[in-house]
């Protein structure tokens, strides 16, 4: 090999070197400008993870000083039942130290007598997948005083389907609960009392379902059906039979029959049979809009039949004494004349209004 040969050998090497150099020079300055990028990018990474660390461990304080200061009793379970959390209240409203509560199981401050009920509907609710849901639960204080809590109850689940964990905000409802046990037990007292009346008794609503009935208006009218059964069912549905005993119902009943607003006390009307009711209509207003009626009806029969002996018994008697030609007069314990006889009058020549009312020693 000749040195020209050999010389442009060598030149081509180095050349080949340079541009080997070069490119390694190019790759090492991209490498590093890559390198100073991806450090920036981690800084500014690790400065927004640790913003927004504080930003979370700020809005867990908020959250927390927001559970403590609640009015409501707050707690969370585990997917066990077990207590993890419970705010404040717990001590304050309850008397329970936060301490002794964690790690206990909810059902335990559930009155024993309504605990296996309660447990069983939550399972259910689990079972079901629900996702929230309410519930009144009776439970005691630390001093074993009565407590119902109106839980409002948040199920979260894990991904395969699992219990996770149970957030509940419950509110002290006793007062709420004991109104309504009194509520109920004045509305049997009141429906008791008007099931054992000697009066038939029916209230309609406003569009004309019966709404309550008694015994005692079904046997006077006959209506040989459940009083239970005819809740909630149409007033027409049984107002032939009660209108069959009338002897002229449309015109007798025919305001009530219109939803009339005026009120009626105390009317007596004779049905067939030769019997006598009297009733009262009492319409239900709020702003003068017709919310239902109430009827009254009373057997007056009895009573009307002995006053029409009465008044038979003092008419036979007075035809007597007219006929026998004795000048009779009555007069009350004070010597007041209260009735004078025709044979009196023309005995005396006075006229029943000169007699009747004045005192009849001074007079006579």
């Known amino acids: 090999m000749d040195n020209k040969a050999l010389e442009r050998r060598l030149n081509r090497e180095i050349a080949a070197r340079k541009a080997a150099e070069k490119i390694l020079e190019d790759k090492s300055l991209e490498l590093f400008e890559a390198n100073e990028k991806l450090q920036e990018l ?8 640790e913003q927004r660390s504080l930003a979370l461990l700020e809005s867990e304080k908020r959250y927390k000083l927001l559970v403590e200061s609640a009015h409501d009793l707050i707690y969370i379970t585990n997917g066990s039942g077990y207590i993890t959390y419970v705010n404040s209240v717990i001590e304050k409203d309850f008397g329970f130290d936060p301490k002794d509560i964690l790690n206990t199981h909810f059902s335990a401050y559930i009155n024993q007598e309504q605990r296996e009920e309660i447990v069983k509907l939550y399972v259910d609710q689990v079972n079901q997948k629900t996702f929230s849901s309410y519930m009144e639960v009776p439970s005691s204080k630390s001093n074993g005083e009565l407590v119902w809590i109106g839980q409002n109850v948040q199920f ?4 395969d389907n699992s219990l996770k964990e149970v957030i509940v905000i419950g509110r002290n409802i006793t007062e709420k609960k004991i109104e309504e046990q009194q509520l109920i037990s004045t509305q049997l007292q009141l429906l008791s009392l008007i099931e054992n009346m000697h009066e038939g008794v029916l209230f309609v609503s406003n569009k004309r379902e019966i709404l309550l009935i008694n015994s005692y208006f079904m046997k006077f009218f006959n209506i040989n059906e459940n009083v239970e059964d005819l809740k909630g069912k149409k007033l027409d549905e049984i107002r032939g039979l009660v209108l069959s005993h009338f002897t002229n119902p449309e015109k007798e009943l025919n305001h009530v ?6 009120k009626q006390i105390g009317n007596e009307i004779r049905l067939k049979g030769n019997r ?8 239900i207003l709020s702003n003068q809009k017709l919310l239902g009626t109430l009827w009254q009806f009373t057997d007056i029969t009895e009573e009307k039949l002995l006053d029409l002996q009465i008044r038979n018994s003092e008419e036979k008697y007075r035809g007597l004494i007219e006929n026998m030609e004795l000048g009779l007069m009555e007069v009350n314990n004070d010597g007041v004349i209260t009735k004078v006889y025709d044979w009196f009058c023309k005995m005396t020549g006075y006229s029943p209004n000169e007699l009747i009312g004045k005192n009849a020693e001074d007079l006579l």
């Open 257 to 262: 029959l219109e939803n009339s607003l005026d």
């Open 156 to 159: 979260s689940y894990n991904d």
């Open 276 to 283: 006598f009711i009297k009733y009262d209509y009492i319409p």
């Open 42 to 49: 981690n800084n500014s990474l690790e400065t927004q993870v």
